[in-house]
DNA sequence: CCGGATCCATAAGGATACTG
DNA sequence: CAGTATCCTTATGGATCCGG
């Protein structure tokens, strides 16, 4: 572990210059991290997810889910059935990030209390 | 630790539907990360993040210390010297990321080495 | 059911010039 | 040194309609 510098890793036809980009790109934006945390409790289908996330839209959802594929994070499973049924599931590496995302969760659920707590002290 | 549902969570002025987001958040696009990841080695100043991180322009610099020091995730010192001496570091919660950083940071550079694999083994 | 295609509004980000 | 201000390009995301 050392400083991020200028090493030009190409990974997924993309240039980053340090493992954390890299790393912070498969979660990045707005969806893709709370696609994620669905998934860690199991296989979903696009209709579950849809309905986990309410205010995403189909096509970001599969636009999200498609690069999530092609990052080799999740797996898309279509069985040749009618009406189609498509699985979405983390493949190993997705696993690996899993406790990762529980530990942005604490961090996240602490940071709210403080946060909350200084809003409060500002105000009193 | 449960699902993500609509709690309607409130920080920062923005409100969010559960506590990875609000994470997810502070770590948010190309250089909150990048900005946070060098803090953790110290205090720095504009024209030292600027030199670590050379494909910043000053005003995207400026414009994400600004939001991580609304969000209290770094401090900003100003001396009142001239020249200007301005200088940045880790607030406490700051400082509490840096774990979950370096986890990131380790799981980017396994996933450079098994993608790369995967890569050559079906060019071969 | 699980999408693809198209069009459009807004936001994010870069280039450049200027300032206390 | 550490920024602001302005302009501009591009990326992101939403709405809508269509299809196997």
């Not at 636009?63 to 983390?90: A, C, F, H, M, N």
């Amino acid at each position: 572990m050392s400083v991020c510098e200028s090493c030009g890793i190409r990974v997924n036809n993309q240039v980053y210059n340090c493992a954390f980009q890299v790393a912070i790109d498969v979660l990045d934006g707005k969806w893709k991290g709370l696609i994620l945390w669905y998934l860690q409790f199991g296989t979903k289908r696009n209709s579950e997810l849809r309905r986990l996330i309410p205010s995403i839209t189909q096509k970001m959802l599969t636009q999200k889910l498609r690069e999530l594929e092609d990052e080799g994070i999740v797996y898309r499973t279509v069985y040749p059935v009618v009406p189609p049924k498509v699985e979405y599931s983390l493949t190993e590496q997705g696993e690996k990030l899993i406790p990762i995302l529980k530990s942005l969760y604490e961090w996240g659920e602490d940071y709210i209390v403080e946060r909350q707590a200084e809003d409060k002290a500002q105000t009193a």
